[in-house]
């Protein structure tokens, strides 16, 4: 695995492919189902945290017409402008999500789609900056693969790259950074196949 295949490669890739991808990007929020357990039973007005956050439509697009406050992040500073343009009531800042410290908390912090491009050991590191961000109560969302391995692909002339840790290690990385999973969905049908976890900040 070389740079040019590997989770380095990840933002020159969304950086050459932005206006594409946000273009072709699906927008038929087959991801509602685990927007709605975020926010089940709390009323809008949410901080949300959105990392990797691309062009910011359908899913933070969706906090916004909900009421929430959106923060997306993104590295790839075309994608910035996408999200920008596209959701202008959303705050995006051009950051890597690795080490990141916004001195803010929030309500519901995303990682959709996003954090499974870093490595295995920069996904690790992750879950102490997911709780350095989390208010009391925070919901966590992120996706993975159903089990440990890598995956490489392509998005329009670009490679990407996709890494999961073992179910199990995300289950420990979790409880040592004060999160408790509420669920795990691996390749579920009703999310277009993907592998979601949803959860809670236990402080």
């Not at 990682?111 to 925070?138: C, E, I, Y």
């Not at 196949?193 to 402080?203: E, I, K, N, P, T």
């Amino acid at each position: 695995m070389g740079k040019e295949t590997g989770p380095e490669a990840i933002l020159p890739s969304y950086e050459a492919e932005a206006a594409g991808w946000a273009q072709t990007r699906n927008q038929e929020l087959w991801e509602r189902p685990a927007l709605e357990a975020c926010v089940a039973g709390r009323a809008p007005g949410l901080r949300v945290l959105d990392l990797g956050c691309g062009s910011g439509q359908p899913i933070a697009e969706w906090f916004v017409a909900r009421g929430d406050h959106v923060t997306g992040v993104d590295g790839a500073a075309a994608m910035v402008e996408e999200a920008r343009r596209r959701v202008p009531r959303m705050e995006v800042i051009h950051a890597d999500m690795r080490g990141l410290s916004l001195g803010q908390s929030f309500d519901i912090i995303l990682a959709f789609n996003s954090f499974f491009h870093l490595s295995p050991d920069d996904q690790r590191a992750m879950f102490p900056v997911f709780a350095a961000h989390a208010a009391a109560d925070a919901r966590l969302l992120f996706t993975s693969g159903p089990d440990e391995g890598e995956a490489f692909g392509t998005v329009g002339d670009s490679p990407v790259y996709h890494a999961s840790l073992a179910p199990r290690d995300y289950r420990a990385a979790m409880n040592a950074a004060g999160f408790e999973v509420i669920w795990f969905r691996p390749e579920d049908a009703e999310l277009r196949g993907h592998s979601v976890w949803l959860a809670r900040f236990r402080g």
